[in-house]
């Protein structure tokens, strides 16, 4: 399976909390967050020290998509990738050559999803998703994570704390909108 994940940065497990970077000392950061309504997203911890979140790509049903910091996009496989393209909710983009956690090079489809549900009410939509081979680990990446600036992943409890999500499917999320990923790689 490593083979089919990006690099994942250091355990996060061995982490209090990871703040998505801008602010400059605890303070300001505290003081930033403060300023931008939260979202706590609760987040699942498993054995080997990972976390997952419940998500929903598309129309589809909640799954769990495991948080990687250390992977730039959001990661599905193609059998989810054709379902959205045939529902009309994903399109082809591009491809994207990138680098592997293995050091492998490898060259994946990128389609733009409509839309992205976090927890119960967590909106993100136009994301951007790397499609991997049937069966491969879906996984959220900083493509999304950096969108729901500022947030903090806490370890105990687990949970996200997420800013700009939109409240409904299609609705607000003007700033999202603007801050939608560009081209890019996989490293």
């Known amino acids: 399976m490593a083979a089919l994940c990006f690099a994942l940065a250091a355990p996060l497990a061995q982490a209090a909390s990871l703040t998505q970077p801008g602010a400059t000392a605890p303070g ?5 967050a403060a300023a931008v309504p939260q ?6 911890r498993k054995s080997v020290g990972t976390y997952y979140v419940q998500a929903a790509i598309g129309s589809g049903a909640a799954q769990p998509l495991l948080v990687d910091t250390g992977s730039s996009l959001l ?4 059998t989810l ?10 399109r082809y983009s591009r491809p994207l050559r990138g680098r592997l956690a293995d050091g492998s090079a ?9 839309g992205l549900r976090l927890g119960e009410s967590c909106w993100i939509p136009k994301v951007e998703a790397a499609v991997f081979p049937a069966g491969s680990r879906p996984i959220l990446g900083m493509g999304v994570l950096a ?5 903090t992943l806490s370890t105990e409890p687990a ?6 999500c939109a409240t409904q499917r299609g609705g607000g999320g003007e700033a999202l ?3 939608a990923p560009g081209p890019g790689t996989l490293d």
């Open 39 to 44: 979202q706590q997203i609760a987040l699942t």
């Open 81 to 90: 990738a054709d379902r959205l393209e045939a529902a009309g909710e994903a």
């Open 177 to 179: 909108a603007a801050a």
């Open 28 to 32: 300001a950061q505290a003081a930033t």
């Open 159 to 164: 949970h996200l704390a997420l800013s700009h």
């Open 106 to 114: 490898r060259i994946v489809p990128i389609y733009e999803i409509d």
């Open 75 to 78: 990661v599905i496989d193609q």
């Open 147 to 151: 969108r729901l600036a500022p947030f």
